[in-house]
T-cell receptor, first 110, second 112 residues
Framework: RKEVEQDPGPFNVPEGATVAFNCTYSNSASQSFFWYRQDCRKEPKLLMSVYSSGNEDGRFTAQLNRASQYISLLIRDSKLSDSATYLCVVRRVTGNQFYFGTGTSLTVIP | EAQVTQNPRYLITVTGKKLTVTCSQNMNHEYMSWYRQDPGLGLRQIYYSMNVEVTDKGDVPEGYKVSRKEKRNFPLILESPSPNQTSLYFC???????????FGPGTRLTVT
C-alpha cells in the first residue's frame, strides 16, 4: 500500500468555485503534514503546513483527521492562477523521510 | 536571494558514464534531500542529510551516492547511470523537519 494516496483528478472547475482535495496516509505514526503546489513540472512550493487543529490561509483551508488518516485542502473562490498540481506530503514520527502523493491536478476554467 | 541551485538543468548522457548533479543552498539549512519525479509515481526520496557528514537512504537509493562535506552543498552522484534513472531530479533544503522544504529548479536527466 502506498504511503500517501491522492485522487489524481483532473478537477476542472469554473472560476469562483469551491473545490476540495483529500489525501490519505497509511502510517498512523505520521507526524508532519503539508500541501505543496507544483506548476507544470517546475519545482514544488509550499502552499501550507497542516496543523492538528486545522488552519486557514486566505482562500485555502487545510484539515487533518488523524482518526481516519486523511488530510484535506479546501480552495474557495477559485482563481485561474490556482491551476496547478497539488501535492500532499507526510513525514513519519520515526525517521526523517518525506512521502509525497502523486498529486491532484486542478484546472480553473474562465 | 535565498535559493537552492542545481546544475546542470538538463543532461543527456549514455549508460555507464559517471555523472554528478550539484546542489547548493545559501540559507544555512541543515536538512537537504534529493528526490526523483516520475509520471504516475510522484516524488520519491533518494537520499537525505540531516547535517554535514550525516546522510541516509530514502526510498529509492539504489544506483545513487551522495556526500555532505559542507553544509551548503549536497551533490548527487550516479556512478554508472542506467536508462531507468532517466527522470526529473529535485534537490531540496529545509531548516528542519517540520518546516518548509525549498526546492531547486530541477534537473532533467536522460540516460540512453
Amino acid at each position: 500500500r502506498k504511503e500517501v494516496e491522492q485522487d489524481p483528478g483532473p478537477f476542472n472547475v469554473p472560476e469562483g468555485a469551491t473545490v476540495a482535495f483529500n489525501c490519505t496516509y497509511s502510517n498512523s505514526a505520521s507526524q508532519s503534514f503539508f500541501w505543496y503546489r507544483q506548476d507544470c513540472r517546475k519545482e514544488p512550493k509550499l502552499l501550507m503546513s497542516v496543523y492538528s487543529s486545522g488552519n486557514e490561509d486566505g482562500r485555502f483551508t487545510a484539515q487533518l483527521n488523524r482518526a481516519s488518516q486523511y488530510i484535506s485542502l479546501l480552495i474557495r473562490d477559485s482563481k485561474l492562477s490556482d491551476s496547478a498540481t497539488y501535492l500532499c506530503v507526510v513525514r513519519r514520527v520515526t525517521g526523517n523521510q518525506f512521502y509525497f502523493g502523486t498529486g491532484t491536478s486542478l484546472t480553473v476554467i474562465p | 536571494e535565498a535559493q537552492v541551485t542545481q546544475n546542470p538543468r538538463y543532461l543527456i548522457t549514455v549508460t555507464g558514464k559517471k555523472l554528478t548533479v550539484t546542489c547548493s543552498q545559501n540559507m544555512n539549512h541543515e536538512y537537504m534531500s534529493w528526490y526523483r519525479q516520475d509520471p504516475g509515481l510522484g516524488l520519491r526520496q533518494i537520499y537525505y542529510s540531516m547535517n554535514v557528514e550525516v546522510t541516509d537512504k530514502g526510498d529509492v537509493p539504489e544506483g545513487y551516492k551522495v556526500s555532505r562535506k559542507e553544509k551548503r552543498n549536497f551533490p548527487l552522484i550516479l556512478e554508472s547511470p542506467s536508462p531507468n534513472q532517466t527522470s526529473l531530479y529535485f534537490c531540496a533544503s529545509s531548516i528542519g523537519l517540520n518546516y518548509e522544504q525549498y526546492f531547486g529548479p530541477g534537473t532533467r536527466l536522460t540516460v540512453t
